[in-house]
């Protein structure tokens, strides 16, 4: 819709959804109290009821059944699963239905012809506490963080941090040698028993 000057209204659908801009304030304005204002809400409520009646059914949970609503044009869609696999599927009646659906994750539903689309569903898991991903605060004893915690911790190396550890690798040596010196060799004569000393009985002649 356009004036003199410019435009005041503009289609700026999209594959797959409808919409209308308005480029100026309509409280400001006289059409409301146009008998075209009533018409143009009902076509806007109408096309709003359209959308949501060929929306996908929402959000469901892994066993269940995928529904997902497409124009009565539309005889073929194409899934992709979560794992990536795609795979082309039949429509009837202008509605989708993928039965026991076992992988959690995202399914995406496209479909092409005179007003192509596509629809993001997600597969929860089967437990509703697993299930849950709002948002959530943290407990009281979570809110303070480690990391600022040890921001205030005094620096562990000083300036006799050196010595000590040159104390440490000089006790280490020392084992070292220890444990791997040579045995000291004997010199010879030293180290042969001395013999018996050898007595004659009383009486005997030597």
Known sequence: MRTRDAAVMADVSVPGRTGTLIGFDVGESNWPLK???VLFVRN???????????????????????????????????????????????TRAGSLLVPAVHDAGFYFVSWRGDRPGSALLA??????AESDVRERPLPDALQGSPAAAGRGLADVVTGWSWLLGAVVLLLIGLDVYWLTRRPRLATPGSGRPRPPERRLPEGARA
């Open 35 to 37: 008998a075209s204002f």
């Open 123 to 128: 597969a929860n898991l089967t437990s509703a």
């Open 44 to 90: 806007v409520v109408e096309l709003a009821r359209a959308h949501q009646r060929a929306a996908a059914s929402g959000p469901f949970r892994t066993g269940e059944a995928l529904r997902v609503r497409v124009p009565d044009a539309v005889d073929t869609v194409e899934l992709e699963r979560p794992n990536g696999d795609r795979e082309t599927l039949k």
